[in-house]
T-cell receptor, first 114, second 114 residues
């Protein structure tokens, strides 16, 4: 059974700092891995999607890496800003399931202090 | 904006009642998925519909049911509500372009069962 774990559960950093969020998954048989952002009480915004054949994806100040063999992904945020404060969720799409069945971690709550 | 809307935004019900949540997605989005997100947890996959047929289900009892309509709207119905059904319910529709499938999440419906 696929399980997704995110560490740390919460993180507080001063503005301008670079930071790394971690995600691990137990079964490497995945189509892809996505990182989402969720603001309080809101829906999910997709940040980056990494296909199983890829190693990383970049968008602006965000860089996500995927090491499928070790079951790990990291989300790197450069020069953090107060507007980055949110919960960050990673999710994997496992092989053999419904095409859009995502298995999520419990998220990392990020607070960037001005 | 993802183009996916959900109604209502908030809802309060009592134990044993029935509830219908609605989702409207963009033209051409043939697949819709529903997720339940309890407070402090990641979303959990309930089920997926493709071209008006259920096409995958998570670990949820039969009192959770759905419908998808030809006009790209869908419903999640929950019968015999329990206190543990209190959660944010998210729908996500997807579109395939250039061989890539992208999911778009709605803002969610927050359900409180008393």
């Amino acid at each position: 059974k696929q399980e997704v774990t995110q560490i740390p559960a919460a993180l507080s950093v001063p503005e301008g700092e670079n930071l790394v969020l971690n995600c691990s998954f137990t079964d490497s048989a995945i189509y892809n891995l996505q990182w989402f952002r969720q603001d309080p009480g809101k829906g999910l915004t997709s940040l980056l999607l990494i296909q199983s054949s890829q190693r990383e994806q970049t968008s602006g100040r965000l860089n996500a890496s995927l090491d499928k063999s070790s079951g790990r992904s990291t989300l790197y945020i450069a020069a953090s800003q107060p507007g980055d404060s949110a919960t960050y969720l990673c999710a994997v799409a496992p092989y053999g399931g419904a095409t859009n069945k995502l298995i999520f971690g419990t998220g990392t709550l990020l607070a960037v202090q001005p | 904006e993802t183009g996916v809307t959900q109604s209502p935004t908030h809802l309060i019900k009592t134990r044993g009642q029935q509830v219908t949540l609605r989702c409207s997605s963009q033209s051409g989005h043939n697949t819709v998925s529903w997720y339940q997100q309890a407070l402090g947890q990641g979303p959990q996959f309930i089920f997926q519909y493709y071209r008006e047929e259920e096409n995958g289900r998570g670990n949820f009892p039969p009192r959770f049911s759905g419908l998808q309509f030809p006009n790209y709207s869908s419903e999640l119905n929950v019968n015999a509500l329990e206190l543990d059904d209190s959660a944010l319910y998210l729908c996500a529709s997807s579109l395939v372009t250039g061989g890539m499938e992208t999911q778009y999440f709605g803002p969610g419906t927050r359900l409180l069962v008393l």
